[in-house]
């Protein structure tokens, strides 16, 4: 407030709206979710906006206090809903009268991007044949991470990537928001891979999919400890000996609203056992 009062910042509410990501995540039930901070013009449900390679047209508001809005002007906070792509932690978001224009905007920044994480993948020539070759005696642990938002991916990326052995390198196969899918099983398994999940359960299917294959799926909700498991691990490509023990699975059926208690889920237990004491 000091710095826009000093700069006499000023933003015009009649100008189409633009305005710069927050957090975006992948929701189950209302599907990509974006924190959007509105930085000029006003945002309307029904507006067609491009934010990085997503594209979409706002379906629903929502606001700091979670109500449900119709616009939102400068410098307010909101969640939108209605695009068709999780964007990045960062990504500028614009307004646009032509949704035909905008699907092409992103596709095209779809495909940039594409084209980057090609170019950064090494390519053999006869000038690094021998270096190629030398750099095969070394190990690595191949790793596809799924998070709960795009902030998280992008902590974690970066983490992993990072030289954590001299000895052994992490190759990150994948990584995306979400929940741990079949697709990420199957990956897994064609490539000897491990799956990281951060703040995201395998659903049902992937997870016996998981057991049958023999896929090996770690969960965390803490960061640091990725890290250490993974340091652990490429000390001789040893898993870490602390594992979590699954007892039982229970699948919710109806989330009931109990007042001075909070929320009772009421559950159905599919397999295994599920007592008091248990942490879930």
Not at 112 to 117: I, N, V, W
């Amino acid at each position: 407030d000091y710095v826009a009062t000093l700069r006499d910042l000023k933003a015009s509410p009649g100008l189409p709206a633009r305005g710069a990501v927050i957090e975006s995540f992948m929701d189950p039930n209302r599907g990509v979710v974006a924190r959007v901070l509105v930085q000029n013009g006003t945002l309307k449900v029904g507006d067609t906006l491009v934010c990085g390679p997503a594209w979409g047209r706002v379906r629903s508001l929502t606001d700091d206090k979670g109500k449900q809005i119709h616009e939102a002007g400068p410098s307010s906070p909101v969640e939108v809903i209605g695009m068709d792509a999780v964007p990045g932690s960062g990504d500028k978001f614009y307004v646009m009268d032509d949704a035909n224009e905008a699907r092409d905007i992103a596709d095209e920044r779809k495909m940039t991007d594409r084209q980057g994480e090609i170019a950064q993948r090494s390519k053999v020539t006869l000038e690094n044949l021998y270096d190629t070759i030398q750099k095969e005696a070394i190990k690595e642990l191949r790793v596809i991470l799924k998070a709960d938002v795009q902030g998280s991916v992008d902590v974690l990326k970066q983490l992993l990537t990072e030289e954590l052995s001299k000895e052994v390198k992490v190759r990150l196969l994948h990584a995306a928001v979400g929940g741990i899918s079949e697709s990420d099983v199957l990956l897994a398994e064609a490539s000897n891979a491990i799956i990281i999940g951060f703040s995201v359960v395998p659903d049902e299917t992937a997870r016996k999919m998981a057991e049958d294959l023999e896929v090996e799926v770690r969960l965390y909700r803490i960061i640091y400890e990725i890290t250490d498991d993974i340091r652990k691990a490429l000390t001789g490509m040893l898993a870490p000996t602390k594992q979590d023990q699954v007892l039982g699975h229970v699948e919710i059926r109806q989330v009931i609203k109990v007042s001075k208690v909070g929320n009772v889920a009421g559950c159905m237990v599919m397999d295994g056992v599920v007592q008091r004491s248990n942490k879930f």
